[in-house]
């Protein structure tokens, strides 16, 4: 991987598309270790029901928004996004759940 690029010193679209890319494969790799944790959650979890928490929720979207606003972030599109991967991810902790569960 190669060094980080600051945007301002960017002087063509490549090397921004470049830095950009850099920045994608390590969300991938956040966001792969994150999955790992959250199929131990799944694994530890013993219904199916257990995998939606509105509270944990609702404190995890308070979190994120307001570190979005320290980063100075859209916090209505951080959000989004995560929302979209909690929803994700309370799917496919259902999805292990029940398969054990039909396993026994």
């Not at 921004?16 to 890319?21: G, N, Q």
Request: include cysteine; hydrophobic fraction near 40%; glycine fraction near 4%.
């Amino acid at each position: 991987m190669t060094a980080a690029k600051l945007p301002a010193e960017c002087e063509t679209k490549d090397d921004v598309r470049a830095e950009i890319d850099r920045i994608d494969q390590a969300l991938l790799n956040l966001f792969a270790e994150r999955h790992g944790y959250v199929t131990r959650m799944a694994e530890i979890k013993t219904d199916p029901h257990e995998a939606f928490d509105p509270a944990r929720i609702e404190a995890v979207i308070g979190k994120v928004r307001g570190l979005s606003l320290d980063l100075d972030l859209d916090e209505d599109q951080a959000e989004l996004i995560w929302r979209t991967l909690i929803s994700w991810n309370i799917n496919y902790e259902k999805g292990i759940i029940a398969a054990r569960k039909r396993a026994k």
